[in-house]
C-alpha cells in the first residue's frame, strides 16, 4: 500500500512570510496527525484530526498556526507569519480510527525559515 | 504529558558490535514504540511492544511495563543501523505518541 504522502520536501523562507505544507494519509485511515521535530529533540503533536474533525490541536499555537481536512483524507498546515522557531521538520502521520498498530509517519517537509 | 528519557544520548559503535537503548517513561503507558528515524528523516516503526519481549532479526526489544522502561537491544551493528532511535508511548486517555529525546546511533565501518 502506499504510504503517507507530504509535499513539499523542503522549503526556506523568511520570517513573517506564510507557508503551507500538505499530507495525504494511507487510504483507509481515519486519523491524522501533524508533528513538529525540532532539531534534537523528539517529535510533538500538534493537531490530531479523526475524519474532518479536529480531536486534538491544544499543542498547536493557533495565533499562527492552522490546520485543515476539509473531507476527511488530505490535510494542509499553515503558518502566517512564520517565526525562526518554527524551524523544523513537519510530519504527519496516520492511523486506522482507534488503531495504533498502523501507525505510519510520512517522510516529512523540512521547514527553515531565514 | 509524560517524560520521556533515553539513555545514552549518542553511541558511535564498530560495525559488528552490540548495544542496548533505554527508555524510561514517567507514568505507564500503552503502546509502546520503538522508532528508527534515518538519515532522510523517514520514522520507521520498529517494534510494537506494550510488555514482554520481541525480535526482528538483529533487533529485539523488552517492555517492562510495570517498571515503565523498554530496552532496545541491536547484535552485529551495520553502517544502515545508524540514525535516531526514538522510544514513544501513548497514555490512556489519547492518542498521541509522546517520544523521547532519542539516541543518536553511528556505526563506523
Known amino acids: ?114 | 504529558g509524560i517524560q520521556v528519557e533515553q539513555s545514552p544520548p549518542d553511541l558511535i559503535l564498530q560495525e559488528g558490535a552490540n548495544s542496548t537503548l533505554r527508555c524510561n517513561f514517567s507514568d505507564s503507558v500503552n503502546n509502546l514504540q520503538w522508532f528508527h528515524q534515518n538519515p532522510w528523516g523517514q520514522l520507521i516503526n520498529l517494534f510494537y511492544i506494550p510488555s514482554g519481549t520481541k525480535q526482528n532479526g538483529r533487533l529485539s526489544a523488552t517492555t517492562v511495563a510495570t517498571e515503565r522502561y523498554s530496552l532496545l537491544y541491536i547484535s552485529s551493528s551495520q553502517t544502515t543501523d545508524s540514525g535516531v532511535y526514538f522510544c514513544a508511548g501513548i497514555v490512556d486517555t489519547g492518542n498521541q505518541f509522546y517520544f523521547g529525546t532519542g539516541t543518536s546511533l553511528t556505526v563506523i565501518p
Not at chain 1, 487510504?27 to 529533540?41: C, F, K
Not at chain 1, 480531536?55 to 502566517?80: C, H, M, Y
Open chain 1, 1 to 114: 500500500e502506499a504510504g503517507v504522502a507530504q509535499s513539499p520536501r523542503y522549503k526556506i523562507i523568511e520570517k513573517r512570510q506564510s507557508v503551507a505544507f500538505w499530507c495525504n494519509p494511507i487510504s483507509g485511515h481515519a486519523t491524522l496527525y501533524w508533528y513538529q521535530q525540532i532539531l534534537g529533540q523528539g517529535p510533538k503533536l500538534l493537531i490530531q484530526f479523526q475524519n474532518n474533525g479536529v480531536v486534538d490541536d491544544s499543542q498547536l499555537p493557533k495565533d499562527r498556526f492552522s490546520a485543515e481536512r476539509l473531507k476527511g483524507v488530505d490535510s494542509t498546515l499553515k503558518i502566517q507569519p512564520a517565526k525562526l522557531e518554527d524551524s523544523a521538520v513537519y510530519l504527519c502521520a496516520s492511523s486506522k480510527e482507534g488503531a495504533f498498530l498502523g501507525y505510519t509517519f510520512g517522510s516529512g517537509t523540512r521547514l527553515t525559515v531565514v
